[in-house]
């Protein structure tokens, strides 16, 4: 089987349609729960590419910042972007201590998005199940979603990647439009079953294509983060 590689996607594409002054005050003014339309967009492209800069440095080595120290901010970065973007749709972004995990929002409460032990690749993950998650899904614990854990039987990893391949697809698109790399979670290290023969990592991948070249059937949700990533991360896509 060929090796996929995610980051041959023509996501400069996909950036240079959605920053079209046509295209972009649709995508960030679509629905009156979004507060794109207030955010400090400079602020938030200065604040990544500051980021970026220190993490180049670090890597060669000219600074003692640390990987683990660069990723923490970036995440800090992510969720005040998400937070102050999505504010008025009562949801929060939450680093999680363990496993993510959704809580739809209370009386007293908004939503909260938890991602696992404070990984920024795990925070795009759940972001993605998030737009993709309809107005009830988002009313349910963890959205609904039938899961079950590492260690799954053919017949349920089957089932699992059916459902994960738009979800995955859209958390590839958020990572390239970050100008992070990106690779499948098939999520299930202890299979005890040949799992070569599997489509998933293609099936992905060409669903991500598929919402490159037809971004307007994209989530409204993703469609607009894209956007406003599009925007601020700009500088960091490969063209």
């Not at 996929?4 to 996607?9: A, E, N, V, Y």
């Not at 729960?33 to 200065?46: G, K, P």
Request: proline content about 5%.
């Amino acid at each position: 089987m060929s090796v996929i590689h995610f980051s041959k996607l023509p996501l400069f594409k996909l950036a240079d349609h959605l920053t079209q002054p046509v295209v972009a005050p649709l995508s960030l003014s679509h629905s009156p729960e979004c507060s794109a339309t207030s955010l400090d967009l400079q602020a938030f492209r200065q604040q990544w590419q500051q980021l970026q800069q220190l993490a180049s440095n670090d890597h060669n080595e000219s600074t003692p910042s640390s990987a683990e120290s660069i990723e923490a901010l970036e995440v800090d970065w992510l969720i005040d972007l998400f937070n102050n973007l999505f504010s008025a749709q009562n949801v929060r972004l939450v680093r999680g201590e363990s496993e993510p995990e959704y809580f739809p929002a209370t009386k007293t409460a908004p939503a909260r998005i938890e991602f696992a032990h404070g990984f920024f690749q795990s925070a795009l993950h759940e972001i993605s199940h998030w737009s993709l998650a309809g107005k009830h899904r988002r009313t349910l614990p963890d959205f609904g979603y039938w899961y079950a854990p590492d260690g799954r039987t053919e017949a349920q990893q089957q089932a699992f990647e059916q459902v994960a391949i738009k979800p995955q697809a859209i958390e590839c698109l958020l990572s390239l439009m970050c100008g992070r790399n990106f690779r499948v979670s098939q999520d299930n290290l202890h299979a005890d079953f040949d799992t070569s023969q599997s489509t998933f990592e293609k099936d992905v991948y060409n669903q991500a294509k598929l919402y490159i070249d037809t971004p307007q059937n994209l989530p409204t949700d993703a469609k607009t983060l894209l956007t406003v990533l599009a925007f601020v991360c700009h500088d960091t896509i490969d063209s």
